[in-house]
């Protein structure tokens, strides 16, 4: 992934983000008091001592239960409801936070930064259980200049020359689900992953979006196919068996999205 960003940056002036998964996916607590992300809340209840309570919210004793952020929140995101949970849309399908999970890294917004790029990169870990949708729905958003990504309209100006390119890289089967119409992310059907995987790698294709697909050291025939069906073209899916093949992938991804630039 560091030489992909190398070799792209080395020759395209172009962003780059970067979006780690594995059950679920993180925005960063900041994006909380932004729109498309719901940040989860919990109840406190303060006050107390002899006498009637008085006003809206107050309980017995004179308590009161107030609703407040929830300040162990990490930042990680679950999926919205149905259909939304395959949808870009901020307002009806925002990302509901979620506490008390596993939370990977937290993603990397669209960045002309090389260093800020390379430094998130260095800084990541395999881990966890995995939800491909999870990564799908958050690299599109970045890729998208809606809340909580705004920002990104700065580099995705509707014009002829931009060009989005999603590189999807996954070390395993879907070996978790949505659980049910919930946020949470606890369900182990692979199947029912899959299917919202390969919905999710639609909608995106339909908006416009390129997608690499890159699957590394996977037994599982299932995925394997799942994720060439995900890519734009067939040529655009890779299965790297070793770590020099992955080196070859992404070498590979790197040069035609380079070529494919300097060619529009």
Not at 23 to 48: C, H, L, W
Not at 109 to 126: D, F, H, K, P, Q
Request: glycine share 10%.
């Amino acid at each position: 992934a560091r030489d992909l960003v190398n070799y792209i940056r080395d020759r395209v002036e172009s962003p780059i983000a970067v979006v780690p998964f594995a059950q679920y996916a993180n925005f960063g607590t900041a994006s909380g008091s932004e729109d498309g992300v719901i940040a989860p809340t919990i109840e406190v209840v303060t006050g107390g001592g002899r006498g009637r309570g008085r006003g809206r919210g107050r309980g017995r004793g004179g308590q009161t239960t107030q609703t407040v952020p929830d300040p162990n929140w990490q930042g990680c995101v679950g999926s919205p409801p149905e259909p939304y949970n395959r949808r870009n849309d901020p307002i009806n399908g925002a990302m509901p936070g979620v506490s008390g999970v596993d939370c990977p890294a937290e993603l990397t917004r669209l960045t002309t930064n090389r260093s800020t790029v390379l430094s998130a990169i260095s800084g990541l870990n395999a881990g966890g259980w995995t939800n491909i949708p999870s990564g799908l729905m958050a690299g599109w958003r970045t890729l998208s200049p809606i809340a909580p990504f705004e920002d990104s309209l700065t580099f995705l100006e509707p014009n002829e020359d931009v060009m989005r390119v999603a590189v999807l890289m996954t070390d395993g089967a879907n070996t978790r689900s949505q659980t049910a119409n919930t946020p949470l992310h606890d369900s182990s059907a692979q199947g029912h992953a899959d299917a919202r995987t390969a919905q999710i790698c639609e909608a995106m294709k339909d908006d416009g979006i390129r997608i690499y697909a890159v699957a590394f050291e996977i037994s599982d025939s299932n995925t394997r196919r799942m994720l060439e069906r995900c890519a734009t073209e067939p040529s655009m899916y890779y299965n790297a068996n070793s770590a020099a093949d992955l080196n070859d992938a992404f070498a590979a991804i790197a040069r035609d999205v380079v070529a494919l630039y300097i060619s529009g």
